[in-house]
């Protein structure tokens, strides 16, 4: 199967046109729809249908999309293996509360060895970034590694790097972490309920009652509201620093079980051995800047 028909149909079902999918491979549409009619031929089903001007990617297309991710994935990672001194193109993902805090180390030390990669960056919750790395949107996803593992870790390779304490956030004023306790508490939404799982498993290791919970998608969100007196938070330590809450909240270190997470690096098992992976796991793993090599 040819490796540069996938590309081009891969193109057409993310992009969602013939004409798009040209224009990024600077040629004609004629030469688009060739592709495509070729790799149909090869495989004897229709890949799209027309429906009011518009292209319907085909079931047997979305199958096959499983496919040309996976393969071209393992064209990048070959070409990687055999010819490390590549110019490093990568799609990195980060879990929102460690984005602040780990995103301009990347971009600075990852600029430093490959000064001409082409570097694209999405934030998400873990099960979003899971299931992007899984589908080969994203070549590696700096994640929360949960204490029940979910399903959709379950095909990729995953690297601790470091652990990373909880902390109480609740409104300035307040001395005692008695009185935050008192507050309901929001939480980011994640998929299998990371957070709020998290809140919930300090809660009951200290033999206390879990408060009302609501969860909300972004943080600035929850940081706003705690701002505004209506609730606390359980997260990471790194937000107080990154969002510069030491004069703006009351911060509160958590003691006793259940007070810390995981944080960890996924990335499809094709990749083991890739130099931008090892570059990854020196950075993250490590405080502080690296030094070149």
């Not at 990048?76 to 980060?94: E, Q, S, T, Y």
């Not at 570097?119 to 994203?138: H, M, P």
Request: net charge neutral; with cysteine.
């Amino acid at each position: 199967m040819d490796l540069s028909a996938l590309r081009t149909f891969k193109l057409v079902m993310d992009l969602g046109s013939v004409t798009a999918a040209a224009e990024s491979l600077n040629t004609v549409q004629p030469n688009v729809t060739a592709r495509i009619r070729k790799l149909e031929n090869e495989l004897g089903v229709s890949l799209f249908l027309r429906a009011h001007r518009r292209l319907v990617p085909t079931h047997e297309a979305e199958k096959l999309l499983e496919y040309a991710n996976a393969m071209l994935t393992l064209e990048r990672a070959a070409k990687g293996a055999v010819n490390p001194g590549d110019v490093g193109h990568i799609r990195m993902g980060f879990v929102d509360t460690q984005a602040s805090h780990l995103l301009p180390r990347f971009i600075t030390e990852y600029r430093r060895f490959h000064p001409d990669a082409e570097i694209s960056v999405d934030t998400g919750v873990s099960g979003f970034l899971n299931n992007a790395v899984n589908e080969c949107r994203l070549d590696a996803a700096v994640v929360v590694d949960r204490r029940k593992r979910s399903t959709d870790q379950d095909n990729l390779t995953t690297h601790m790097l470091f652990i990373e304490p909880l902390v109480y956030i609740a409104p300035k004023g307040l001395t005692k972490l008695e009185q935050a306790l008192e507050l309901p508490i929001m939480v980011l939404i994640q998929e299998g309920c990371g957070y709020r799982n998290f809140a919930i498993d300090w809660y009951r290791a200290q033999n206390l009652t879990a408060p009302k919970m609501m969860e909300i998608s972004t943080l600035d969100g929850i940081l706003a509201c705690i701002k505004a007196g209506l609730c606390a938070s359980v997260l990471p330590r790194s937000i107080v620093e990154s969002f510069e809450l030491e004069n703006r909240a009351a911060v509160f270190p958590l003691e006793g079980g259940n007070a810390e997470i995981n944080i960890a690096l996924v990335h499809r098992p094709e990749f083991k051995g890739d130099h931008r992976i090892n570059l990854l796991l020196k950075m993250f793993r490590k405080d502080g800047a690296i030094a070149a090599e």
